[in-house]
């Protein structure tokens, strides 16, 4: 079946970079988009922009440039997610999740979600 | 401030019916964009549980049911269970933004 899923969490310092996989299985990754969407502790969904899984190029939400950076490893069907100049109030879970063009035209599925931690 | 507004938290008893509000603009739903609906368990990944106004996926039990009339959408949980406790997210297309934006999330007590 469709199925994303994301590598485990993290406990980051303030100033270090992480980086957060989103491998896909059950399609063909290069016909779905792939976006990402934070949670901070307590609050609701934030979207934070998305990767077009067929020419790599990264688009980035309001207050998403700089140091986030999406990519893509196709050969590996998997997406990532860098932050670099980790910050205290980065501390989320962060999901990966494909667009489905096809039947939805929204955010179906979802990974399971990756915690990221930073703190000294 | 979320540019898509639900309501804080709902409650109901079970067997009981609510309903879930989402208040949009001219730039998403009044620009034909769709609503869809999110529920999210405890310490789990959002799931999609309605999308394209009103479509339920393979799986989704009718006791939910979705609906939008002009710049307003709203989600219907009948005969309410217990494991329907949750977090509730309504999202869209915001042309004016360029951006999905999300609902600030609705929390749904079941009492």
């Known amino acids: 079946q469709v199925q994303l899923v994301q590598s485990g969490s993290e406990l980051k310092k303030p100033g270090a970079s992480v980086k957060v996989s989103c491998k896909a299985s059950g399609y063909t990754f290069s016909n779905y988009a792939l976006n990402w969407v934070r949670q901070a502790p307590g609050q609701g969904l934030e979207w934070m922009g998305w990767?077009?899984?067929?020419?790599?190029?990264?688009t980035y939400a309001q207050g998403f440039t700089g140091r986030f950076v999406f990519s893509l490893d196709t050969s590996v069907s998997t997406a990532y997610l860098q932050i670099s100049s980790l910050k205290p109030e980065d501390t989320a879970v962060y999901y990966c999740?494909?667009?489905?063009?096809?039947?939805?035209?929204?955010?179906?599925?979802w990974g399971q979600g990756t915690l990221v931690f930073v703190s000294s | 401030q979320s540019v898509l507004t639900q309501p804080p938290s709902v409650s109901g008893a079970p067997g009981q019916r609510v309903t879930i509000s989402c208040t949009g603009s001219s730039s998403n739903f009044g620009a034909g964009y769709d609503v869809h609906w999110y529920q999210q368990l405890p310490g789990t990944a959002p799931k999609l549980l309605i999308y394209g106004n009103s479509n339920r996926p393979s799986g989704v039990p009718d006791r939910f049911s979705g609906s939008m009339s002009g710049t307003s959408a709203s989600l219907a949980i009948t005969g309410l269970q217990a494991e329907d406790e949750a977090d509730y997210y309504c999202h869209s297309y915001d042309t004016s933004l360029s951006a999905w934006v999300f609902g600030g999330g609705t929390k749904l007590t079941v009492l």
């Open positions: 999740a494909r667009k489905d063009d096809l039947l939805t035209y929204t955010f179906d599925p």
């Open positions: 990767i077009n899984t067929n020419t790599g190029n990264p």
